[in-house]
């Protein structure tokens, strides 16, 4: 009786030895920030529906991923017919479609009259300049960062520069610098990747360019008025 007591004490004792170590051991590890490689592609399973494969919703996508956070991008497209041209690009052909959408907040950060100076076929180019006509994945960026200007949805006039740093992904118009800050969903045949600035082509932009016509710095986010 004593003898098993005593090995169970023991064992009791290892037992808590060891977990005191694993915790020593983990609180002595330097805290290291995460890869931004890693924070990238923290969504790239998103949506776990089973529409994604083959059959991808844009409007869904766009409209369930957070808090409203894509409303400005798709209002853009619903206003110039776009949401069913992107979705018959990603359905219908065999290259699919890559889908860069700029958050709500980098849309408020646009001068208001800088878009709304705009004909409805210059927005559309606008619009289709945020995408590409074929799938990639976060990976693909690597290698299109190294054949120099991409042709965009919107046509040769309007191209966008995409540069590969140390997992972070740049997509550049003549006046903004955008970067991929996440990715909404990669499945084939639509890729949907966020961008933190909205793209200012030179074809849209170069008689009168649109000088600060992104605020600096961060914008805050707007306050409902009580
Ligand atoms: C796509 O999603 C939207 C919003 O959820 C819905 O209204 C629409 O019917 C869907 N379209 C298709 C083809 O499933």
Same mark, same amino acid.
């Given at each position: 009786?004593?003898?098993?007591?005593?090995?169970?004490?023991?064992?009791?004792?290892?037992?808590?030895?060891?977990?005191?170590?694993?915790?020593?051991?983990?609180?002595?590890?330097? /805290?290291?920030?995460? !890869?931004?490689?890693?924070?990238? =592609?923290?969504?790239?399973?998103?949506?776990?529906?089973?529409?994604?494969?083959?059959?991808? #919703?844009? &409007?869904?996508?766009?409209?369930? $991923?957070?808090?409203?956070?894509?409303?400005?991008?798709?209002?853009?497209?619903? =206003?110039? #017919?776009?949401?069913?041209?992107?979705? #018959?690009?990603?359905?219908?052909? +065999?290259?699919?479609? &890559?889908?860069?959408?700029?958050? +709500?907040?980098?849309?408020?950060?646009?001068?208001?009259?800088?878009?709304?100076?705009?004909?409805? %076929? =210059? /927005?559309?180019?606008?619009?289709?300049?945020?995408?590409?006509?074929?799938?990639?994945?976060?990976?693909?960026?690597?290698? %299109?960062?190294?054949?120099? !200007?991409?042709? &965009?949805?919107?046509?040769?006039?309007? &191209?966008?520069?995409?540069?590969?740093?140390?997992?972070?992904?740049?997509?550049?118009?003549?006046?903004?610098?955008?970067?991929?800050?996440?990715?909404?969903? *990669?499945?084939?045949?639509?890729?949907?990747?966020? %961008?933190?600035?909205? %793209? /200012?082509?030179?074809? /849209?932009?170069?008689?009168? !360019? @649109? *000088?600060?016509?992104?605020? $600096?710095? +961060? *914008? @805050?986010?707007?306050?409902?008025?009580?």
């Amino acid at each position: 009786m004593r003898c098993a007591a005593a090995a169970a004490a023991v064992a009791l004792l290892a037992a808590v030895m060891s977990v005191s170590v694993v915790l020593h051991a983990g609180a002595r590890r330097p /805290l290291a920030k995460p !890869p931004r490689a890693a924070a990238l =592609q923290k969504t790239d399973t998103w949506p776990p529906t089973p529409q994604a494969k083959g059959g991808a #919703n844009l &409007t869904a996508i766009l409209t369930l $991923d957070g808090p409203l956070a894509f409303r400005t991008f798709l209002g853009y497209l619903q =206003q110039t #017919n776009l949401v069913e041209v992107f979705q #018959n690009q990603a359905c219908l052909t +065999d290259p699919g479609i &890559t889908i860069f959408v700029p958050v +709500d907040k980098a849309f408020a950060a646009v001068k208001p009259s800088v878009l709304s100076g705009l004909s409805s %076929l =210059q /927005l559309k180019n606008l619009m289709m300049c945020h995408s590409l006509a074929k799938h990639y994945e976060l990976a693909d960026f690597e290698g %299109l960062s190294r054949i120099g !200007p991409v042709t &965009t949805f919107a046509g040769g006039l309007y &191209t966008v520069d995409v540069t590969y740093d140390a997992g972070t992904v740049h997509v550049r118009s003549r006046w903004a610098d955008a970067k991929i800050v996440g990715s909404v969903s *990669v499945e084939a045949p639509m890729a949907i990747y966020e %961008l933190d600035r909205v %793209l /200012l082509p030179a074809a /849209l932009f170069h008689i009168q !360019p @649109p *000088v600060a016509a992104i605020t $600096d710095g +961060d *914008v @805050p986010v707007p306050r409902r008025r009580r």
